[in-house]
């Protein structure tokens, strides 16, 4: 049973740019978490979705963000028009059922935006 | 607000000592916590968790207590080895709320 899967690890997106994260949950897995992370400091919490609906997108910013988990597919995190400041690593996590299950994290795609 | 935080931001041990990492909590109606540990370059990996109902629960090498009267919470490694340097991250789950919230973490050093 292959753990969360992100791709890319590492992205380099010019100013201005598009930047998509890809996160493939864990078999079985139908909950779906963004975390950002700057260094020195803790996971943020950016959006929760599960197949095909957003429940609670309240950690992340109301524009050039957005984020999907389509019935079919990878969940897409995707930054549009990137700045300097959106340069971190982002993570995702997925559970088998929201609340007090155990979430299991991907390694991480580290955006820099250039 | 509620929040969760850590009492310390790095610890510092020598190989073979016992590490306790502490981490505070204000939401009295989390009932889910997990520890996480994070190595460099790396995805949080989950260690241990225990739910509210239950103040100790072992595992390999770790333990974790709660102590819901202060709202504390802890994680002992035994024996520590330089292979368990990595931040230490607490998360609590509930109060209506299916998110984890994570804490800023505690950075162990271990030192051969």
């Known amino acids: 049973n292959a753990g969360v899967m992100q791709n890319p690890r590492h992205l380099v997106r010019r100013r201005g740019q598009e930047a998509r994260l890809r996160c493939s949950p864990m078999?079985?897995?139908?909950?779906v978490y963004w975390y950002r992370q700057l260094p020195e400091e803790g996971l943020k919490f950016m959006v929760y979705?599960?197949?095909?609906?957003?429940?609670?997108e309240s950690g992340m910013p109301k524009e050039r963000f957005s984020a999907e988990f389509p019935k079919e597919g990878p969940s897409i995190l995707r930054i549009q028009q990137v700045v300097r400041g959106d340069s971190a690593a982002y993570f995702c996590?997925?559970?088998?059922?929201?609340?007090?299950?155990?979430?299991?994290f991907g390694q991480g795609t580290r955006l820099t935006v250039v | 607000g509620e929040s969760v935080g850590l009492h310390l931001p790095t610890l510092s041990v020598q190989e073979g000592d016992n590490s306790i990492i502490n981490c505070a909590y204000s939401?009295?109606?989390?009932?889910?916590f997990i520890w996480y540990k994070q190595e460099s370059g790396k995805g949080p990996q989950f260690i241990i968790d225990?739910?509210?109902?239950?103040d100790k629960r072992q595992g390999q090498r770790v333990t974790v207590l709660l102590n819901k009267t202060v709202k504390h919470l802890s994680l002992q490694i035994a024996a520590t080895q330089p292979g368990d340097s990595a931040v230490y991250f607490c998360?609590?789950?509930?109060?209506?709320?299916?998110?984890?919230?994570f804490g800023r973490g505690t950075s162990l050093i271990v030192h051969p």
């Open positions: 939401n009295s109606a989390s009932d889910y």
């Open positions: 225990i739910r509210s109902n239950m």
């Open positions: 979705l599960q197949k095909e609906n957003i429940i609670d």
């Open positions: 996590a997925s559970s088998p059922s929201g609340g007090s299950s155990e979430a299991f």
């Open positions: 078999k079985g897995h139908s909950h």
């Open positions: 998360a609590e789950i509930g109060g209506g709320s299916y998110i984890p919230t």
